[in-house]
């Protein structure tokens, strides 16, 4: 991994607490309080500042290098759970997704953010991820349906994945070349994408292939930051890194205590990963032999969420 200066690694889940480590010695060097709700997603600001807090009904932004322990922002007026949060890549603006069956933009310039914009489908929304062309957030909903919204052209399309399974998560390579889309009956769909990272083109995505992962519920699909790989978590306890090349098996990182791998994030070496799961472990782990190297523990419930940086990008 790189220089342990630039390394931030955050955790959070049903303790209602997010923990600051040290990902080179393990160490929890800070913990915050978050007593409104448990953690539901976890996402550092471009310039790695803040970190946003998804929960129940709401968004805090809290200092990562400061001694504030209380939230700097807070985003609030939202229904039922918020289950993902990410910002532009200049940090102008925030979006949420959740429960409601909303996507949400919101203009952080001030302390006390109001949602500008939102897009409302009829189901749940479980996951979503913005393109890297800045203009364009894919959602999945719990009825299978993906969709893609259009900001520049505020449009909306809707794609049917699964008739029959929800989506549990979404996740864009950093070349935009795939999209990840892993649903509730261990089935993670690939597609090709086409279209100008200049967002002038129209996003075109086309079926590439379908991968077996897991014979229970997919949780997570995250692609290496070289595009080469593709990790996928699941209820079954395990991590499974497939080669994106011809998406075959590359190596099945699991652990007998882990239960429900929650979420994980390759380094920018993508040799090296790191998951979070329900017996409130973090695990760094060696993809090539597929050992664990370290073990994060601090967490009195389990860890549904993380957030990751060292020195490259961001998850």
């Known amino acids: 991994m790189a220089d342990t ?139 299978g349906t993906l969709h893609i919204w259009d900001l520049k052209l505020n449009q909306s399309e809707r794609m049917v994945v699964s008739t029959d399974n929800a989506i549990t998560c979404v996740d864009i390579d950093r070349e935009a070349s795939m999209l990840a889309v892993a649903c509730s009956n261990g089935i993670c769909h690939v597609y090709a994408l086409r279209g100008s990272f200049d967002s002038e083109e129209r996003l075109i995505i086309n079926p590439k292939t379908q991968i077996h992962c897991h014979d229970t519920y997919v949780i997570k699909c995250r692609f290496s930051h070289d595009s080469t790989l593709l990790a996928t978590t699941s209820s079954d306890g395990t991590i499974k890194v497939w080669r994106t090349c011809d998406f075959t098996l590359k190596s099945t990182l699991s652990n007998a205590s882990q239960r429900w791998v929650w979420d994980c994030s390759f380094s920018t070496d993508p040799q090296y990963l790191i998951s979070v799961s329900s017996d409130a472990v973090a695990r760094l782990w060696n993809v090539e032999n597929a050992k664990t190297i370290r073990e994060y523990s601090g967490h009195q419930k389990a860890i549904v969420a993380m957030a990751f940086f060292d020195g490259n990008s961001t998850e």
């Open 5 to 143: 200066e630039a390394v931030l690694l955050a955790t959070g889940g049903y303790d209602h607490t997010i923990r600051l480590w040290q990902p080179h010695s393990g160490v929890c060097h800070r913990t915050l309080q978050h007593p409104e709700s448990q953690v539901n997603a976890l996402s550092l600001t471009p310039d790695k500042q803040l970190i946003a807090a998804a929960g129940f009904q709401c968004v805090r932004l809290y200092d990562v290098h400061g001694c504030n322990p209380n939230p700097v922002i807070n985003c609030d007026g939202v229904q039922k759970n918020i289950t993902a949060v990410g910002f532009h890549g200049d940090g102008r603006w925030m979006f949420t997704a959740g429960e409601d069956g909303k996507v949400r933009i919101w203009d952080l310039r001030s302390r006390n953010p109001q949602s500008q914009r939102t897009l409302s489908v009829s189901n749940l929304i479980n996951c979503a991820v913005l393109h890297p062309n800045q203009v364009t957030i894919i959602a999945g909903d719990r009825s």
